[in-house]
């Protein structure tokens, strides 16, 4: 459930034990630890491109330790090798080679591919995970003022997922792009699926409560120390340092998009890194976030990229034909 706040407030220590530097912030009473004699286990880390933390509910705080290693080390484990960045890693090396001949990945690497493509498909091509050219050609991490047009229009309206195969070769994963302009950036889904491994760790070491937030990607395990659903606020679009709502996360994912993460702003005009395939710049809008709830945070990633800059009622008609079971908690 979506609890908007009459006005966006601040965060403050009592009320959010952890921060985190995306879309979420967990809110928990440091009262409620005392009273129900639980005890809290936080941590977080640098990984995929924001700051992940991690926080446990048990009475064995070195099991719970030992829990929160194995968690980190799946989210670090899917970053090394699903980023785009390293020329080494699953994508770099695909990147690189896959035009030209088909260049062998990790079972997972093309599991998370294969989901990519289904969610274009799915989407009409409003999430397509081959536009890594199109992000180059951008380089928010660097700009300040838009590329010429020449370094991207030609990627416009390409479709260019469905130039990308996932295949076998000898017995191993494959991928091959029939396109030179194609670049697979799975900035769009690999944090949840990265998210969902690291539950999976946590759920393997026996823990019952629990929340793993990366960025603007969580998923909640059980409840909260007080016994009911964790609240998590939302951080307001317009002034991140404060939450402009809260919603209940039990047993589920959810994931925020949002213009403000990345970015910069040009004669009157947000530029930033979510990416509108048909025209091959940042996608144009009035609404500055969405969040979606889902039964996995892989799911709940994707769908929260594909309707950006959506009004509710498109949103929600997008939602119900690419995965009924998600549902859109808010936009802004």
Same mark, same amino acid.
């Given at each position: 459930?979506?609890?908007?706040?009459?006005?966006?407030?601040?965060?403050?220590?009592?009320?959010? &034990?952890?921060?985190?530097?995306?879309?979420?912030?967990?809110?928990?009473?440091?009262?409620?630890?005392?009273? =129900?004699?639980? *005890?809290?286990? /936080?941590?977080?880390?640098?990984?995929?491109?924001?700051?992940?933390?991690?926080?446990? #509910?048990?009475?064995?705080?070195?099991?719970?330790?030992?829990?929160?290693?194995?968690? %980190?080390? !799946?989210?670090?484990?899917?970053?090394?090798?699903?980023?785009?960045?390293?020329?080494?890693?699953?994508?770099?090396?695909?990147?690189?080679?896959? +035009?030209?001949?088909?260049?062998?990945?990790?079972?997972? /690497?093309?599991?998370?591919? +294969?989901?990519?493509?289904?969610?274009?498909?799915?989407?009409?091509?409003?999430?397509? $995970?081959?536009?890594? =050219?199109?992000?180059?050609?951008?380089?928010?991490?660097?700009?300040?003022?838009?590329?010429?047009?020449?370094?991207? !229009?030609?990627?416009?309206?390409?479709?260019?997922?469905?130039?990308?195969?996932?295949? @076998?070769?000898?017995?191993?994963?494959?991928?091959?792009?029939?396109?030179?302009? #194609?670049?697979?950036?799975?900035?769009?889904?690999?944090?949840?699926?990265?998210?969902?491994?690291? &539950?999976?760790?946590?759920?393997?070491?026996?823990?019952?409560?629990?929340?793993?937030?990366?960025?603007?990607?969580? %998923?909640?395990?059980? !409840? @909260?120390?007080?016994?009911? $659903?964790? =609240?998590?606020?939302?951080?307001?679009?317009?002034?991140?340092?404060?939450?402009?709502? /809260?919603?209940?996360?039990?047993?589920?994912?959810?994931?925020?998009?949002?213009?403000?993460?990345?970015?910069?702003?040009?004669?009157? !005009?947000?530029?930033?890194?979510?990416?509108? $395939?048909?025209?091959?710049?940042?996608?144009?809008?009035?609404?500055?976030?969405? /969040? #979606?709830?889902?039964?996995?945070?892989?799911?709940?990633?994707?769908?929260? *990229?594909? &309707?950006?800059?959506?009004?509710?009622?498109?949103?929600?008609?997008?939602?119900?034909?690419?995965?009924?079971?998600?549902?859109?908690? @808010? *936009?802004?």
């Amino acid at each position: 459930m979506w609890f908007p706040d009459s006005a966006a407030r601040p965060l403050t220590r009592r009320q959010a &034990v952890a921060l985190g530097a995306g879309a979420f912030a967990v809110l928990v009473a440091p009262a409620a630890l005392r009273r =129900r004699r639980r *005890t809290l286990v /936080t941590r977080t880390i640098p990984v995929m491109g924001t700051t992940a933390e991690v926080m446990v #509910v048990h009475d064995d705080p070195a099991l719970a330790q030992a829990a929160i290693d194995d968690a %980190f080390d !799946r989210l670090r484990w899917v970053d090394r090798t699903m980023t785009r960045f390293d020329p080494a890693s699953d994508l770099g090396r695909a990147n690189l080679g896959a +035009a030209r001949d088909a260049v062998a990945v990790h079972p997972a /690497t093309a599991l998370v591919v +294969a989901e990519a493509i289904r969610w274009a498909e799915r989407t009409e091509g409003r999430f397509d $995970p081959a536009l890594a =050219r199109v992000t180059e050609a951008w380089d928010l991490g660097e700009r300040t003022s838009p590329p010429a047009a020449a370094a991207y !229009r030609r990627l416009a309206g390409r479709a260019l997922y469905r130039r990308v195969e996932v295949g @076998s070769r000898d017995g191993r994963p494959v991928i091959r792009y029939l396109d030179a302009d #194609v670049g697979l950036d799975l900035g769009g889904i690999a944090k949840g699926y990265g998210v969902d491994r690291a &539950v999976e760790a946590l759920r393997a070491a026996g823990i019952r409560d629990a929340v793993v937030n990366a960025g603007g990607d969580l %998923f909640a395990i059980g !409840r @909260s120390p007080e016994g009911d $659903p964790w =609240r998590v606020g939302v951080r307001s679009p317009h002034d991140p340092s404060r939450i402009g709502g /809260t919603i209940e996360v039990e047993d589920a994912a959810v994931a925020t998009s949002g213009d403000y993460f990345q970015g910069f702003d040009h004669e009157g !005009r947000r530029y930033h890194h979510i990416m509108d $395939p048909a025209t091959a710049e940042p996608v144009v809008t009035v609404r500055h976030s969405v /969040t #979606v709830m889902a039964g996995r945070c892989l799911e709940a990633d994707a769908a929260a *990229t594909a &309707v950006f800059g959506l009004d509710p009622a498109a949103a929600g008609r997008r939602l119900r034909m690419a995965a009924p079971e998600a549902r859109l908690v @808010s *936009t802004a």
